[in-house]
């Protein structure tokens, strides 16, 4: 199985990962019952599924860090 680990996240942060046309492909919120929560604090996993557990396609993905009260950041992902 491959997996995209983020780390040094901050407490219950929202992770929302998009197609580069803005399609919704995942929602992970690791720091509560997800399926892809590692139990560590601090540490998403997206298991490169979307959201009805269909393996995402090769290519850019983007992100967004949502954590209430301090805003959002973004970055981007390439799967090969």
Same mark, same amino acid.
């Given at each position: 199985?491959?997996? /995209? /680990?983020?780390?040094?996240?901050?407490? #219950?942060?929202?992770?929302?990962?998009?197609?580069?046309?803005?399609? *919704?492909?995942? &929602? *992970?919120?690791?720091? =509560?019952?997800?399926? #892809?929560?590692?139990?560590?604090?601090?540490? =998403?996993?997206?298991?490169?599924? #979307?959201?009805?557990?269909?393996? =995402?396609?090769?290519? !850019?993905? /983007?992100?967004?860090?949502? !954590?209430?009260? &301090?805003? !959002?950041?973004?970055?981007?992902?390439?799967?090969?």
């Amino acid at each position: 199985d491959r997996y /995209f /680990f983020m780390r040094r996240l901050p407490e #219950n942060p929202v992770v929302k990962i998009y197609t580069v046309s803005g399609e *919704l492909v995942r &929602t *992970l919120k690791p720091d =509560a019952s997800d399926s #892809n929560n590692t139990g560590d604090s601090g540490v =998403a996993r997206w298991d490169l599924k #979307n959201e009805k557990g269909k393996t =995402a396609a090769r290519g !850019v993905y /983007f992100y967004a860090i949502t !954590v209430e009260g &301090t805003g !959002v950041k973004t970055g981007k992902i390439t799967i090969e």
